[in-house]
């Protein structure tokens, strides 16, 4: 059987907070977290991967976003919308 994991665990395996643990699965970026009969989350192993792909999307998709506020913007180059 998996050993399935607390949400404190997980938040420190994967360095996020249980507030923003709880705040992903309010959202629906995490929809598939288990609860055991006294109420308390349960992450399995696929939950960690899923947490830790989001995680990296959201390092990715800043890191872009960084690089673009580098770029000169169309008005700059004297193009009009």
């Known amino acids: 059987m998996e050993k399935l994991l607390t949400i404190r665990q997980?938040?420190?395996?994967?360095?996020?907070s249980v507030h923003t643990l709880r705040y992903y699965e309010n959202?629906?970026?995490?929809?598939?977290?288990h609860r055991n009969k006294n109420g308390y989350r349960c992450y399995t192993t696929d939950d960690i991967a899923w947490i830790d792909?989001?995680?990296r999307l959201k390092k990715l998709l800043a890191c872009r976003?960084?690089?673009?506020?580098?770029?000169?913007?169309?008005?700059?180059k004297?193009?009009?919308?």
Do not use: E, M, W
Request: proline share 3%; glycine share 10%; with cysteine.
């Open 10 to 16: 997980v938040a420190n395996a994967t360095g996020l």
């Open 27 to 33: 959202i629906g970026l995490l929809s598939s977290i």
């Open 53 to 55: 792909f989001l995680t």
């Open 65 to 76: 976003s960084a690089q673009c506020s580098k770029l000169p913007s169309s008005s700059a």
């Open 78 to 81: 004297g193009i009009r919308h």
